[in-house]
């Protein structure tokens, strides 16, 4: 197989929890009559799955915990045809958890119990090296530790692999430079985006110099997803505007990861960047009229 098109993909996995109800609760309010709903989930998790649907050779580099949610997570991922050499598996600490409510607009709110993601080291990325360097891309999150994120884009980077980030969930502080520089595509959300440019997004003139001031940090290709408004790529000093797929969303989550996997998908099989994101835009437009994370995603052949 022509190694130069595998993708790695580093990052966390998680079982997730759903409960979809009319709205979402105030804090101390208590809603009944949700429906509950239990699947493998995790933004890494998600994003690899999505990438092996979509036509990608992946490997996924994890932690995962000793215990049910692991050993099903595990064997999910050889259903999926994921390359689970990289997934270590830690005693000390329990697979992640994350608990998901969802209104009927298809709008979620999130908190996760990050467990054995949190024990993802530099050793293990050490320890991957070998599957690092046959990679075309390399993708990452920030559901694991920033320290060994940084390290694999340093390495990957240094290898003249393409280092993708995408920086979710919205990071609490400003992103390291070391890390920024070696970067090669950048995909934030709004809200992401505002974080690490310091600026308010409220329009397209507004999002334009956001991206410039992200790629001012070395970073050459920035993807700015925008939901409905679709995404907004900046590359060789051009804007690229890509209107999303009028859909019906039942629920977002995962809408996200399933974009990022189609984007290594198509960037893995030479696809030009507007290309990709028309790809990553369909799957992603896919994945929102579905409940769930993994289970949303799309095969490749519903992909028109």
């Known amino acids: 197989m022509d190694t130069k098109k595998k993708i790695v993909v580093i990052g966390s996995s998680n079982t997730d929890m759903v409960i979809k109800s009319d709205r979402l609760p105030k804090p101390g309010e208590t809603i009944l009559g949700g429906n509950f709903l239990m699947n493998h989930g995790g933004k890494g998790a998600n994003q690899a799955v999505a990438a092996a649907r979509l036509g990608g050779d992946v490997t996924f580099i994890c932690k995962i915990g000793n215990d049910i949610f692991g050993n099903e997570?595990?064997?999910?991922?050889?259903k999926e045809k994921i390359d689970t050499t990289y997934v270590g598996i830690t005693p000390q600490e329990p697979s992640g958890v994350a608990l998901i409510n969802v209104d009927k607009k298809g709008e979620n709110c999130i908190v996760v119990a990050s467990g054995?993601?949190?024990?993802?080291?530099?050793?293990?990325?050490?320890?991957?090296?070998?599957a690092i360097k046959q990679a075309s891309i390399v993708i990452m999150q920030l559901e694991t530790?920033?320290?060994?994120?940084?390290?694999?884009?340093?390495?990957?980077?240094?290898?003249?692999?393409?280092?993708?980030l995408n920086p979710a969930p919205a990071p609490t502080q400003q992103l390291p430079d070391e890390l920024l520089a070696n970067v090669d595509i950048l995909?934030?959300?709004?809200?992401?985006?505002?974080?690490i440019s310091g600026m308010h997004i409220t329009d397209d003139e507004s999002a334009k110099e956001a991206i410039r001031y992200i790629s001012s940090k070395g970073i050459k290709t920035v993807i700015i997803t925008m939901g409905a408004k679709g995404a907004l790529a900046y590359e060789n000093n051009e804007f690229i505007h890509i209107p999303a797929f009028?859909?019906?969303?039942?629920?977002?989550?995962?809408?996200?990861d399933t974009f990022c996997g189609g984007l290594c998908v198509?960037?893995?099989?030479?696809?030009?960047?507007?290309?990709?994101?028309?790809?990553?835009?369909?799957?992603?437009?896919?994945?929102?009229?579905?409940?769930?994370?993994?289970?949303?995603?799309?095969?490749?052949?519903?992909?028109?």
């Open 266 to 304: 198509a960037l893995s099989e030479g696809k030009n960047l507007k290309d990709a994101i028309i790809f990553a835009s369909k799957a992603s437009s896919i994945s929102v009229t579905r409940m769930g994370a993994q289970v949303s995603i799309p095969l490749r052949k519903e992909i028109q």
């Open 246 to 256: 009028k859909v019906e969303a039942v629920d977002t989550t995962a809408a996200g």
């Open 145 to 164: 530790p920033i320290e060994s994120v940084t390290y694999a884009a340093k390495m990957a980077k240094k290898d003249g692999i393409t280092v993708i």
């Open 116 to 130: 054995a993601n949190g024990t993802l080291s530099i050793d293990d990325i050490q320890h991957a090296e070998p």
């Open 73 to 78: 997570t595990l064997e999910m991922f050889h």
């Open 187 to 195: 995909i934030p959300n709004v809200t992401e985006a505002e974080i």
